[in-house]
Protein backbone atom coordinates (compact mmCIF):
# COMPACT_ATOMS: atom_id res chain seq x y z
CA UNK A 1 0.00 0.00 0.00
CA UNK A 2 1.17 3.67 -1.03
CA UNK A 3 2.26 5.94 2.06
CA UNK A 4 3.01 9.29 1.19
CA UNK A 5 4.30 11.64 4.05
CA UNK A 6 4.64 15.55 3.83
CA UNK A 7 6.90 17.32 6.18
CA UNK A 8 6.27 19.91 8.06
CA UNK A 9 2.71 19.91 8.67
CA UNK A 10 2.63 23.34 8.99
CA UNK A 11 5.08 26.56 7.76
CA UNK A 12 4.95 30.17 8.30
CA UNK A 13 7.06 32.67 6.80
CA UNK A 14 7.50 36.18 6.16
CA UNK A 15 6.97 37.58 2.81
CA UNK A 16 9.80 37.15 0.26
CA UNK A 17 11.18 33.78 1.51
CA UNK A 18 11.54 30.47 -0.37
CA UNK A 19 9.33 27.83 0.50
CA UNK A 20 11.14 24.51 0.54
CA UNK A 21 7.99 21.69 0.93
CA UNK A 22 8.85 17.60 1.15
CA UNK A 23 6.87 14.95 0.13
CA UNK A 24 8.38 11.41 0.21
CA UNK A 25 6.54 7.77 -0.81
CA UNK A 26 7.25 4.20 0.18
CA UNK A 27 5.86 2.84 -3.27
CA UNK A 28 8.88 3.98 -6.40
CA UNK A 29 6.60 2.16 -8.88
CA UNK A 30 4.84 5.41 -9.83
CA UNK A 31 3.49 6.95 -13.12
CA UNK A 32 3.42 10.62 -11.92
CA UNK A 33 3.14 12.79 -8.95
CA UNK A 34 1.54 15.97 -8.84
CA UNK A 35 1.58 18.91 -6.41
CA UNK A 36 -2.00 20.47 -5.70
CA UNK A 37 -2.91 23.29 -3.69
CA UNK A 38 -6.04 23.24 -1.73
CA UNK A 39 -7.79 26.56 -0.27
CA UNK A 40 -9.80 26.46 2.55
CA UNK A 41 -13.14 24.62 1.87
CA UNK A 42 -12.23 24.73 -1.68
CA UNK A 43 -10.99 21.96 -3.98
CA UNK A 44 -7.77 21.26 -5.25
CA UNK A 45 -6.01 23.60 -7.87
CA UNK A 46 -3.35 21.19 -9.82
CA UNK A 47 -0.03 23.14 -9.67
CA UNK A 48 2.61 20.69 -11.43
CA UNK A 49 3.02 17.28 -12.92
CA UNK A 50 6.15 15.70 -12.94
CA UNK A 51 5.97 12.41 -14.88
CA UNK A 52 8.15 9.10 -13.57
CA UNK A 53 11.19 10.06 -16.08
CA UNK A 54 11.35 13.12 -15.37
CA UNK A 55 13.15 14.93 -12.63
CA UNK A 56 11.74 18.39 -12.43
CA UNK A 57 9.45 20.56 -13.42
CA UNK A 58 9.08 24.57 -13.50
CA UNK A 59 5.94 26.57 -13.46
CA UNK A 60 6.96 30.55 -12.73
CA UNK A 61 8.08 31.19 -9.33
CA UNK A 62 7.09 27.18 -8.48
CA UNK A 63 9.69 24.23 -9.12
CA UNK A 64 9.37 20.37 -8.48
CA UNK A 65 11.45 17.57 -7.75
CA UNK A 66 11.42 13.94 -8.63
CA UNK A 67 13.66 11.25 -7.19
CA UNK A 68 11.67 8.63 -7.85
CA UNK A 69 14.28 5.79 -6.26
CA UNK A 70 14.48 7.58 -3.12
CA UNK A 71 10.73 8.10 -2.94
CA UNK A 72 10.76 11.85 -2.72
CA UNK A 73 9.47 15.36 -4.01
CA UNK A 74 10.42 18.82 -2.99
CA UNK A 75 8.19 21.96 -4.15
CA UNK A 76 9.80 25.03 -4.17
CA UNK A 77 8.23 28.12 -4.00
CA UNK A 78 10.13 31.14 -5.01
CA UNK A 79 9.62 35.23 -3.19
CA UNK A 80 6.67 34.03 -1.20
CA UNK A 81 4.01 36.09 -1.41
CA UNK A 82 0.55 36.81 0.91
CA UNK A 83 -1.58 35.10 -1.99
CA UNK A 84 0.54 31.86 -1.35
CA UNK A 85 -1.08 30.59 2.09
CA UNK A 86 -2.70 27.82 1.43
CA UNK A 87 -2.62 24.01 1.86
CA UNK A 88 -0.21 22.27 -0.04
CA UNK A 89 -0.78 18.42 -1.11
CA UNK A 90 1.31 15.95 -2.74
CA UNK A 91 0.02 13.00 -4.75
CA UNK A 92 1.11 10.02 -6.32
CA UNK A 93 -0.54 7.82 -9.01
CA UNK A 94 -0.12 4.43 -9.53
CA UNK A 95 -2.21 1.30 -8.97
CA UNK A 96 -5.00 3.51 -11.20
CA UNK A 97 -5.69 5.77 -8.40
CA UNK A 98 -3.87 9.34 -6.37
CA UNK A 99 -2.57 8.60 -2.83
CA UNK A 100 -2.26 11.92 -1.21
CA UNK A 101 -0.16 13.00 1.48
CA UNK A 102 -2.02 15.25 4.83
CA UNK A 103 -0.73 17.92 3.16
CA UNK A 104 1.82 20.88 4.76
CA UNK A 105 -0.08 24.43 5.43
CA UNK A 106 1.42 27.67 4.56
CA UNK A 107 1.33 31.00 6.17
CA UNK A 108 2.84 33.70 4.47
CA UNK A 109 3.26 36.68 6.65
CA UNK A 110 3.47 40.50 5.18
CA UNK B 1 -12.91 26.28 -20.44
CA UNK B 2 -15.06 24.76 -18.17
CA UNK B 3 -13.74 23.43 -15.30
CA UNK B 4 -15.28 20.42 -12.91
CA UNK B 5 -18.63 21.11 -11.48
CA UNK B 6 -20.15 19.96 -8.75
CA UNK B 7 -23.37 19.62 -7.55
CA UNK B 8 -24.87 20.39 -4.93
CA UNK B 9 -22.46 22.58 -3.22
CA UNK B 10 -23.80 21.68 0.27
CA UNK B 11 -26.00 18.89 1.11
CA UNK B 12 -27.32 17.99 4.54
CA UNK B 13 -28.77 14.42 5.68
CA UNK B 14 -30.14 12.48 8.88
CA UNK B 15 -28.50 9.17 9.65
CA UNK B 16 -30.14 6.15 7.18
CA UNK B 17 -31.08 8.38 4.20
CA UNK B 18 -29.47 8.32 0.78
CA UNK B 19 -27.19 11.30 -0.65
CA UNK B 20 -27.03 11.35 -4.41
CA UNK B 21 -23.68 13.66 -5.75
CA UNK B 22 -23.29 14.36 -9.11
CA UNK B 23 -20.35 15.82 -11.11
CA UNK B 24 -19.71 17.17 -15.20
CA UNK B 25 -16.20 16.47 -16.24
CA UNK B 26 -14.18 19.50 -18.35
CA UNK B 27 -15.12 19.26 -22.01
CA UNK B 28 -13.38 16.32 -23.40
CA UNK B 29 -12.39 13.94 -20.41
CA UNK B 30 -13.99 10.60 -20.20
CA UNK B 31 -12.40 9.74 -16.51
CA UNK B 32 -14.06 11.08 -13.87
CA UNK B 33 -12.60 9.88 -10.07
CA UNK B 34 -14.19 10.77 -7.03
CA UNK B 35 -12.34 11.00 -3.27
CA UNK B 36 -13.61 11.45 0.38
CA UNK B 37 -11.84 14.14 2.50
CA UNK B 38 -12.89 13.36 5.89
CA UNK B 39 -11.75 15.79 8.64
CA UNK B 40 -8.23 14.22 10.42
CA UNK B 41 -8.35 11.55 7.57
CA UNK B 42 -7.39 13.22 4.58
CA UNK B 43 -7.97 13.04 0.59
CA UNK B 44 -9.07 8.93 0.47
CA UNK B 45 -9.50 7.40 -3.40
CA UNK B 46 -13.05 6.21 -3.31
CA UNK B 47 -13.94 5.42 -7.18
CA UNK B 48 -12.87 5.81 -10.85
CA UNK B 49 -14.96 5.63 -13.74
CA UNK B 50 -13.93 5.77 -17.53
CA UNK B 51 -15.67 5.26 -21.18
CA UNK B 52 -18.61 4.45 -18.71
CA UNK B 53 -17.36 1.33 -16.23
CA UNK B 54 -15.62 1.16 -13.08
CA UNK B 55 -12.25 0.93 -13.11
CA UNK B 56 -11.25 0.60 -9.48
CA UNK B 57 -12.42 1.16 -6.35
CA UNK B 58 -11.08 2.42 -2.95
CA UNK B 59 -11.57 0.73 0.44
CA UNK B 60 -15.02 2.05 0.97
CA UNK B 61 -17.81 -0.42 1.60
CA UNK B 62 -20.67 -1.45 -1.47
CA UNK B 63 -22.98 1.73 -0.04
CA UNK B 64 -20.29 4.02 -2.18
CA UNK B 65 -21.63 3.22 -5.73
CA UNK B 66 -21.80 5.52 -8.09
CA UNK B 67 -21.80 5.53 -12.25
CA UNK B 68 -21.07 7.45 -15.22
CA UNK B 69 -23.46 8.32 -18.12
CA UNK B 70 -22.48 8.63 -21.92
CA UNK B 71 -22.17 12.34 -21.61
CA UNK B 72 -19.30 10.77 -19.02
CA UNK B 73 -20.78 13.15 -16.21
CA UNK B 74 -20.67 11.18 -12.98
CA UNK B 75 -23.21 10.17 -9.43
CA UNK B 76 -22.25 9.16 -6.48
CA UNK B 77 -24.63 7.61 -4.50
CA UNK B 78 -24.12 6.58 -0.92
CA UNK B 79 -26.71 4.68 0.74
CA UNK B 80 -27.80 4.05 4.53
CA UNK B 81 -25.47 7.16 5.57
CA UNK B 82 -23.83 7.12 8.68
CA UNK B 83 -22.31 10.20 10.60
CA UNK B 84 -19.03 9.48 9.81
CA UNK B 85 -20.16 10.06 5.84
CA UNK B 86 -20.03 13.81 6.96
CA UNK B 87 -16.90 15.09 4.72
CA UNK B 88 -16.18 16.79 1.72
CA UNK B 89 -16.40 14.53 -1.73
CA UNK B 90 -14.53 16.02 -4.52
CA UNK B 91 -14.45 15.02 -8.27
CA UNK B 92 -11.80 15.07 -10.59
CA UNK B 93 -11.27 14.19 -14.64
CA UNK B 94 -8.87 13.50 -16.65
CA UNK B 95 -8.32 12.34 -20.23
CA UNK B 96 -8.89 8.47 -20.60
CA UNK B 97 -6.23 6.74 -18.15
CA UNK B 98 -6.35 4.00 -21.42
CA UNK B 99 -3.51 3.54 -23.23
CA UNK B 100 -0.19 4.25 -21.69
CA UNK B 101 0.59 7.94 -21.94
CA UNK B 102 -2.58 8.99 -20.88
CA UNK B 103 -1.47 7.91 -17.32
CA UNK B 104 0.42 10.93 -17.30
CA UNK B 105 -2.35 13.60 -17.79
CA UNK B 106 -2.97 15.23 -14.47
CA UNK B 107 -6.45 14.94 -12.49
CA UNK B 108 -8.63 18.43 -12.52
CA UNK B 109 -10.76 18.76 -9.34
CA UNK B 110 -14.00 20.58 -8.71
CA UNK B 111 -14.91 23.05 -5.53
CA UNK B 112 -16.73 19.32 -4.21
CA UNK B 113 -19.53 18.98 -2.00
CA UNK B 114 -19.99 19.39 1.54
CA UNK B 115 -22.25 16.33 2.70
CA UNK B 116 -23.30 16.69 6.75
CA UNK B 117 -25.03 13.78 8.69
CA UNK B 118 -27.19 15.11 11.41
Known amino acids: KQEVTQIPAALSVPEGENLVLNCSFT??????LQWFRQDPGKGLTSLLL?????REQTSGRLNASLDKSSGRSTLYIAASQPGDSATYLC?????????FGAGTTVTVRA | EAGVTQSPTHLIKTRGQQATLRCSPI?????VYWYQQALGLGLQFLLW???????NRGNFPPRFSGRQFPNYSSELNVNALELEDSALYLC?????????????????FGDGTRLSIL
Open chain 2, 92 to 108: ASSFSFAGGTESNQPQH
Open chain 1, 27 to 32: DSAIYN
Open chain 1, 50 to 54: IQSSQ
Open chain 1, 91 to 99: AVFNDYKLS
Open chain 2, 27 to 31: SGHTS
Open chain 2, 49 to 55: YDEGEER
